[in-house]
């Protein structure tokens, strides 16, 4: 449990620390700032710092109630951090440089262990696939060879166990080795997170929906396409609120640029420089920027226009520095120090983005081809055997030789293959969303379109039979023609 709390710890520090620097290089003092920020929701940092406010409203001095607290936190990144400025306190020394010292400190640290993430990611991302392919083939070798020293039934299962449980080893150190990376900023009773419930809703009734086709009695993988078309759909819709949330990100760090160097050069407040910014072009971010000025000058609370704002964002990089800059501006820090802050931090984060996209990329670009092609390849395994298994018994009668070389499966092998293909469309989904993002929309959308491996299981099978049928059915005397 530590070490989830501390995981978690360590990924909301940048922008907690961040808020706690450009906080102190205003008016407030270090009490000011505690209760400001621990106002905001920064995961179980926010804990930490309710509990040392509480105690200094209760008499003790900060730096005491940094002390105690230190010692009954879980996380330690957060009890380090505690004792340090309670040091600091007791030292008498500027709250501005030890927060600078920590904040640059900390993402120099955090930046190179994001860059080894991305690495470990990679080569995980390089062993599923490995491991899928040649899974696939040992399973197939598996199940042929079951067949013809007529194993029993035990030898299928424990195959397919085989495949599913080394497939879900490595999404798991996956899972582990993602460090958190949602785009999209679901406000309560808003828009996204409308969908952030559609999206849960849809995954489940696509494994309900997988598992209820067990009792169908044939063209299971078809009909788990069919099952998977609202899972699709949903997903692309997703897929272009991500692509736009990026877009807006990308234009941020221009109209927060262009934002305090009016303040500083007007030395007037946002209201009014808002007029003149708002005629920019800021891309995805030009619409809410608009709304933004017309808020304002509508003498709309400035706080709650600011609010307004990171909704209609709708991003997780704008919610988390909007608070920062607008605490910034309140408590009088100097425009250019401020600026230059945030847009670096911007800056950063989007290029630790852009890193895990590439590796999201290189999976997906592997792994979707490569589930179609495995797909198709059990399909024709499927065929053979069904077409194999109706040539012994036709010629059975006059050969019982040949009758006795491969025996009927103790399992229905369209069920059996369906199974895989299934437990595989589900592990490799929430790999892939792993790895990229915003996993509660983008394992929809890969559920919904790795589910499509069942229509190329079914294309492929019709077809190979039909091909194989057209070669021995004329050769069988002994079987009756279809019409």
């Keep these: 449990m530590g070490r989830v709390v501390d995981r978690a710890v360590f990924h909301k520090l940048p922008t907690f620390l961040l808020h706690l620097l450009a906080c102190s290089l205003g008016s407030m003092n270090r009490v000011e700032v505690f209760e400001l920020v621990s106002k905001y ?67 120099a640290r955090y930046y190179s262990s994001h860059q080894r993430s991305m690495d470990v990611l990679r080569r995980l ?3 599923y696939v490995a491991t899928l392919s040649s ?23 424990s195959a397919l166990l085989l495949i599913c449980i080394s497939n879900a080893a490595i999404a798991i150190a996956l899972y582990g080795a993602a460090p958190p990376a949602n785009v999209i900023w679901a406000s309560p009773k808003s828009g996204h997170a409308i969908m952030l419930s559609a999206s849960l809703i849809l995954t489940l009734l696509f494994a309900f929906s997988a598992m209820a086709l067990l009792f169908v009695k044939d063209h299971h993988a078809l009909l788990m396409a069919i099952s998977g078309l609202p899972c699709l759909a949903y997903g692309i819709i997703a897929l272009r609120l991500r692509t736009r949330t990026k877009g807006l990100d990308e234009a941020f760090p221009q109209f927060l640029t262009t934002l305090c160097a009016s303040l500083k050069a007007t030395g ?21 920027v608009r709304w933004l000025r017309a808020r304002l000058e509508a003498y709309v609370e400035e706080k709650k226009c600011w609010d307004l704002f990171k909704r209609e ?55 979707i081809p490569l589930h179609m092609v495995l797909c198709s390849l059990m399909a024709m395994i499927a065929s053979i055997i069904s077409a194999f298994l109706e040539f012994v018994s036709a010629v059975g009668q006059s050969s019982p030789t040949l009758s006795m070389f491969m025996a009927f499966p103790p399992v229905p092998i369209g069920l059996y293959f369906y199974i895989a293909i299934s437990a595989l469309t589900i592990v490799s989904s929430v790999a892939a969303a792993v790895v990229e993002g915003d996993t509660k929309l983008t394992l929809t959308l890969y559920l919904g379109i ?22 021995w059915v004329p050769q069988l005397p002994l079987q009756p023609m279809r019409a």
């Design 125 to 127: 991302s390089e062993a």
């Design 268 to 288: 007037t407040t946002v209201r009014s420089v808002m007029g003149d910014i708002s005629q920019m072009d800021f891309g995805p971010l030009s619409k809410p």
């Design 135 to 157: 899974g696939v083939l040992v399973f197939i070798t598996l199940v042929m060879t079951a067949m013809v020293l007529n194993l029993p039934s035990v030898v299928f299962w």
């Design 313 to 367: 964002a709708g991003s997780e990089i704008v919610r988390a520095h909007v608070d920062i800059l607008t605490d910034a501006l309140s408590s009088g820090a100097p425009l250019d120090d401020v600026g230059n802050l945030i847009v670096s931090s911007v800056i950063k984060m989007l290029d630790m983005r852009k890193r895990r996209e590439e590796v999201a990329a290189f999976l997906r670009g592997m792994l």
């Design 450 to 471: 790795l589910a499509l491996g069942g229509v190329a299981y079914h294309v492929t099978y019709v077809l190979f039979e039909s091909l194989i049928r057209n070669i």
């Design 41 to 107: 929701d920064y995961g179980p940092i926010t804990n930490v710092m309710k509990n040392v406010v509480s105690l200094m409203k209760l008499g003790f001095t900060q730096a005491r109630a940094c002390e105690v607290v230190a010692e009954q936190t879980a996380s330690r990144h957060m009890s380090s951090f505690l004792s340090r400025f309670a040091k600091v306190i007791r030292a008498g020394e500027p709250i501005q440089g030890f927060f600078r010292s920590e904040y640059e400190t900390f993402m």
